[in-house]
Every structure is written in C-alpha cells, then in structure tokens.
C-alpha cells in the first residue's frame, strides 16, 4: 500500500514562488505577506492588483504561490490560479479566485480558463468564485459584485 504525505500549512513562502519581479509595498494592510517588497509577474495586472487598495470587506489578499493550487492540465502539467481575495459579508466569508492575464491573450490561455473555471465550480456551495481578469479594475468590479450579490 502507497502511503500519502500529509500536506501541512507553511509559515514561509520562497520569494520566487509569489514572482520573479519585485516592487515597493502595498499600502494595504489586508496584503497577506510580510513586506517590503511585494512579488509578481507581471506589470499589468498583477502588480496593479497588487498596488490597489481594496477597502475594509475585503479581510485578506495575496498572490498565491505558484504550484499553491495544483490543478492538472492535460498535457500532464499543472495550473495554478494567481490571486485570492477574502470578502467579509453577511457574517460568511466568501473568497474570490483570480486567474488574471493580459488582454493579449495567448492560445492556450483559454484553455487555462475552462480547466481552472470547471476545477472551482465545484467549491461554489463553500464561497468560493474564480473568474478570469485582466485588469485590476475588473478585479475591483468582481468584488463589488461579489459584496452586492450580484454574482452567484
């Protein structure tokens, strides 16, 4: 019989795991990680995402580590969303998966999307969204919409 490892929670992430780039602090409080300075991949969106600040709902933020979620693929790979939002309300804490690329998006991007979107809807009965951005106003925007209710 294989034995399985059991998977712990972590008190420290490598640098390089959150992004090859860095950039001064976020000035919101909510940001997950000890800073200065802040991870990422991308100047548009991450680190504009990043660099917003998101209000009081939102109780926790961060960029998650690459392999974090391994979600597998079918060329024998994995996929890992890029960003989790925790949203206080109505006393239930709703958390909102971001996989975010450039509006130039490249071919196998969507097939990112659709692997990735089918793997969450599954978590929706627990408060769990993923969608797809590719600016951090439509980050914003999903989370108001997410606060309204607007999004089931």
Do not use: C, W
Not at 101 to 111: F, H, L, Q, S, V
């Amino acid at each position: 019989m294989q034995s399985t490892k059991k998977q712990e929670f972590v008190d420290s992430v490598s640098a390089n795991m959150l992004g090859v780039y860095e950039s001064d602090s976020t000035a919101d409080q909510a940001y997950l990680y000890d800073r200065p300075p802040i991870r990422y991949d991308s100047v548009d969106p991450e680190l504009s995402i990043l660099k917003r600040s998101y209000g009081s709902k939102i109780s926790v933020f961060g960029k998650l580590p690459k392999s974090a979620i391994k979600i597998p693929r079918f060329d024998n790979g994995t996929t890992t969303p890029d960003f989790i939002f925790k949203i206080e309300s109505n006393n239930k804490p709703t958390y909102l998966i971001i996989e975010t690329k450039a509006e130039n998006m490249r071919i196998g991007d969507e097939e990112i999307r659709i692997i990735q979107q089918k793997y969450f809807d599954h978590l929706k009965e627990s408060g769990v969204y993923y969608r797809m951005a590719t600016s951090e106003q439509e980050v914003h925007d999903l989370i108001n919409k997410l606060e309204n209710g607007e999004i089931s």
